[in-house]
């Protein structure tokens, strides 16, 4: 059975929460897949596939993310690898240059990422920081939540499906 990492990097939960979400879709799959926080994960050795994830905020991947890409590079470079991003909020389409990290995109792409995709984000009237709270209440509550559950499923069933495939493949 294939070990799946999904791993991530999250300000205010809603990233784990997709993160979670994409770990049971590849468990449904019958893959073996944990869910960690980034700075949490000592070494992806043990694992077939990598998953990685990030809150994007100014533009850049929160630090215990593009750490672990950073750390796990000579790794990632012989392991599948996908990577996602979250955080657009708001009733416009988001600017693609504050969503896309730029630098993380080449890193994994240097590395054969098999694909990267940004999925909508979460701003919350909870938050502890005032600037998100502010956010929060400029937001019509209809866009405050811009997750597509179904599509972070579909993306864990495309991710479990290759997986499957090259594991097919090479058995």
């Not at 750390?71 to 416009?92: A, Y």
């Not at 693609?96 to 098999?114: F, H, Q």
């Not at 694909?115 to 509550?141: C, K, Q, W």
Request: aromatic share 6%; glycine share 6%; proline share 4%.
């Amino acid at each position: 059975m294939e070990r799946v990492l999904v791993a991530y990097a999250s300000k205010h939960g809603s990233t784990a929460e997709i993160a979670e979400a994409i770990a049971a879709e590849l468990r449904v799959s019958g893959l073996d897949a944990d869910c960690r926080a980034a700075d949490a994960v000592k070494s992806v050795d043990e694992y077939d596939a990598v998953v990685l994830g990030s809150a994007v905020y100014m533009k850049r991947w929160q630090r215990s993310a593009r750490k672990l890409l950073s750390r796990e590079h000579e790794t990632l470079t012989h392991q599948p690898l996908w990577i996602f991003s979250s955080g657009p909020t708001g009733d416009k389409p988001p600017d693609p240059d504050w969503i896309e990290p730029k630098n993380v995109v080449k890193e994994a792409e240097r590395l054969g990422a098999r694909g990267h995709v940004v999925f909508g984000g979460r701003v919350s009237l909870d938050s502890s920081s005032r600037i998100a709270r502010s956010m929060a209440v400029g937001t019509p509550e209809e866009y405050r939540d811009r997750r597509d559950w179904d599509e972070i499923r579909a993306w864990a069933r495309d991710i479990a499906t290759a997986l499957s495939t090259e594991h097919e493949v090479t058995a």
